[in-house]
T-cell receptor, first 113, second 112 residues
Framework: EDQVTQSPEALRLQEGESSSLNCSYT??????LFWYRQDPGKGPEFLFT???AGEEKEKERLKATLTKKESFLHITAPKPEDSATYLC??????????????FGKGTKLSVKP | KAGVTQTPRYLIKTRGQQVTLSCSPI?????VSWYQQTPGQGLQFLFE???????NKGNFPGRFSGRQFSNSRSEMNVSTLELGDSALYLC???????????FGQGTRLTVV
């Protein structure tokens, strides 16, 4: 069964304290992995797409990496405004579309000043 | 470029009623998907439409249905509402295969 698991469920950091979030997946034939950020009461905001092992993407203080079985979202010197829930997702195999995604339960990040 | 627009933002309905939610995708996007988000289950895929055809459906009862119009706008309908249907309903649009999906702000449905 296709599954996406994120850890930890919650992470509390001090401002400037770097860390990593994990997303592990079990799918037969990866067709991409997506990272989203979600603020309370809002829809997920797209961050990154990764397609092949070894691929890396960066945006401001965030860097996403992908291996054959997991992805990491590294947060360097976080600020309070980085506080949010971070979600990863992979496409369901049938249909081949990026519109039908399996999501992990997310990591709720809190950054204290 | 306008993002994905969902209306209404908030709804309160009574058990047994039905509800229709609307989604306008990003211009040029032909794929529209719907998701249900609850604190316990997280984000779960409901169904996806492409060029007015339902391409995929998640594991939800038949009370949940949807459609897509020729201008790619989509609606989803939930009939005979139950308390457990209270959730944030999210719509996402994408160009299609190997492209990212962009989400709207969601419709918060409360069933009382």
């Amino acid at each position: 069964e296709d599954q996406v698991t994120q850890s930890p469920e919650a992470l509390r950091l001090q401002e400037g304290e770097s860390s990593s979030l994990n997303c592990s997946y079990t799918v037969s034939g990866l067709r991409g992995l997506f990272w989203y950020r979600q603020d309370p009461g809002k829809g997920p905001e797209f961050l990154f797409t990764l397609y092949s092992a070894g691929e890396e993407k960066e945006k401001e203080r965030l860097k996403a990496t992908l291996t054959k079985k997991e992805s990491f979202l590294h947060i360097t010197a976080p600020k309070p405004e980085d506080s949010a829930t971070y979600l990863c997702a992979v496409p369901l195999i049938y249909g081949g579309s990026q519109g039908n995604l399996i999501f992990g339960k997310g990591t709720k990040l809190s950054v204290k000043p | 470029k306008a993002g994905v627009t969902q209306t209404p933002r908030y709804l309160i309905k009574t058990r047994g009623q039905q509800v229709t939610l609307s989604c306008s995708p990003i211009s040029g996007h032909r794929s529209v998907s719907w998701y249900q988000q609850t604190p316990g289950q997280g984000l779960q895929f409901l169904f996806e439409y492409f060029s007015e055809t339902q391409r995929n459906k998640g594991n939800f009862p038949g009370r949940f249905s949807g459609r897509q119009f020729s201008n790619s706008r989509s609606e989803m309908n939930v009939s005979t509402l139950e308390l457990g249907d209270s959730a944030l309903y999210l719509c996402a649009s994408s160009l299609g295969v190997r492209t990212e999906a962009f989400f709207g702000q969601g419709t918060r449905l409360t069933v009382v």
